[in-house]
């Protein structure tokens, strides 16, 4: 169902996943759900930036949950909804540090 939203193939999708360049969200056997924030890109480069420095540390979940849940530090809205792009670095580090993720 993502694929054609994206519009991208499938397989091109799987393969972002694989590479950490899509966050995905397993949804039951076999089946994953990718948030639909990742299709305006100063939110997919904030996802991709999280997604580089937290490596295998943490879980899909957790990360989307940081990503999309309102915080006052952003004046109350989700750092995917507030996000520019030329704060993507300062923001994935924000985001970084309340997953408890150093470097």
């Not at 939203?5 to 360049?21: C, D, P, V």
Request: with cysteine; proline share 8%.
């Amino acid at each position: 169902r993502s694929a054609p939203l994206a519009g991208k193939a499938r397989q091109h999708l799987y393969k972002e996943i694989s590479a950490r360049k899509l966050l995905a969200l397993s949804v039951g056997p076999r089946l994953l759900r990718v948030p639909d924030w990742q299709l305006v890109p100063a939110a997919l480069a904030l996802t991709q930036a999280v997604l580089a420095k937290a490596a295998d540390e943490v879980d899909p979940w957790t990360i989307s949950q940081a990503l999309s849940t309102p915080d006052d530090g952003f004046d109350g809205k989700a750092p995917v909804a507030a996000i520019t792009p030329s704060k993507v670095r300062v923001v994935a580090d924000l985001v970084c540090a309340r997953l408890g993720i150093v470097g």
